[in-house]
């Protein structure tokens, strides 16, 4: 009989993790020892002298208008690679946001899409164009972590996960994974690699799960990348970051080849979507009909056979606004950038109304015991593998589900819960009117590090299972603008903890996003009203 194999201390395997991590970014990329990074990191891309002129107009397109600049010649998919990687190098040593770089791998492929389109042949939508991808979605020959310690170097992808084939074969280049927290469960992004940081201001959070393609997209170190949410994991980061995302419906896009680590196999009781994360609407666009002419209902079952629907843009429309929604109001800049889209959209000539909150407590009552059926066993084990630590965000979102493993009698009672809850939603929202709902993402703009500790701007939809969008208001923080004067009087316990942890000359020049909520199944409205509603409020 072998002998038991104990690991070796955590903190040793730790730092073998991050530097075999840091190995992977080229020396040539790395800033001196003595480089101090700035509170507001993102200057380094143009401060750094890395990047050409050339390659830092690269990296302010977006997807789409990379994609036709290869596609019509101006720049190569090598040269846009190129700019990618170097960027990536600099955003990883500014925000941690990186779990690895494969650069050779990268170049190697954008050099054989050249060598295609200089024969004529364009292989798709995304032909040539860079994509980072988050750690927990397999591609093939690299490891997938996930965010837990013990499974470094032993997840490597034996193929591609679906939504990579479908990438790959419309000519995407893969050239990184990025960082997500420790049980996929966090609005913040914090493992065994440390902590991923806002973009714009290190002492903030990136948000999470997808808090690496936040703060790498937000960087401008990328032009699109894959997240997944299940509670919020592209919104949260994308509101932190400055960028866009859109969380479908679960059931547009494919989840095989997605590692989930931490419920039982085959656990419905609340499902994820993989999701995109970009610079632009019409990138999100772009994505979602990539991959509903890719047909992925012949691939994995349980996908919705839905064509994309080409949807024309309304000139006029009816637009809910949450302002509030029960718990937890938002903080001041929130208020600000909610106050000031209302008042572009209205002078627009759109119709906006309020949009009464709807059962929040009861959605998070359910939600929450609904993540974790086993009390995260799952997740106590892998941990106890290498002797990591457990986080804090890890113990808290475990702990709203009241510690308890739940019976199968109780598990199905709150999916009941869980379905007569989306019946009455669908009633009070067809009794609004609204075509959209728009809201906050969360609470706060980016928090600071250890503090995002209320999902339910989010999660909410998760519940729902409608599709929400994110976009960048073009505001950030102010504090000669966005302070609290201390005179509201918190409703009750998260509520409190949010104002008591917000501070304006903490949180300057974060970004404020907010988020459209379309209806269940309606993907291409709520993105073209995504579209509309964005271009308004950004003039």
Known sequence: MSPVQVPRPASEAIASAIAARDATIPAEYKLPKSFAIPKNPSVILQTSGLLSPAELAI?????????????????????????????????QQATNCIVELFPGEALERAAFLDAELAAGRNHGA????????????????????SGFLSFVGKMVAEEDAALVKILRDAGAVFYCKTTNPQSLMHLETDSYLGETSCPFNTALTSGGSSGGEGAILGFKASPLGVGADIGGSVRSPAANCGIYSFKPSVGRLPNMGMVYPIGPKGYEGILGTHAPMGRSVRDMELYMRVFAAAQPWLREPGIEVKPWREVERKTKLRIGVLYDDGVVRPVAPIRRAL????????????????????????????ISKLYWPENG????????????????????????AGNKERSWAELTKLVAQRDYFKYDLGVHWHNAGVDVVLSAVGPTPAPEHGTARYWNYTSYWNLANYPAGVFPT???????????DGSYTPRNDSEAFVYNNYDAKVSVEAPICLQVIGFAGL??????????????VQK
């Open 523 to 536: 993907e291409e409205e709520t993105l073209s009203a995504m579209g509309t509603i964005s271009d308004v």
């Open 59 to 91: 990296v302010n397109l977006d997807a789409t208008a990379l994609a036709e600049q290869i596609a019509g010649g101006k720049v190569s998919s090598v040269q846009a690679t190129t700019a990618y990687v170097k960027a990536a190098a600099l955003a």
């Open 474 to 484: 073009g505001l950030s923080v102010d504090p000669a603008l966005d302070a609290e």
């Open 339 to 366: 106050d000031t889209a209302v008042a572009k959209l209205k002078a627009a000539g759109h119709e906006v109304v309020e949009f009464a909150p709807f059962k929040s407590a009861e959605n998070w009552d359910i």
């Open 126 to 145: 995304f032909h040539g164009v860079p994509v980072s991808i988050k750690d927990h979605i397999d591609v093939k020959g690299h490891d997938s972590p």
């Open 377 to 400: 066993a799952m997740v106590r084990q892998h941990l106890a593998n290498s002797g990591e630590p457990m986080r804090p965000l890890t113990e808290w979102i475990i702990s709203q």
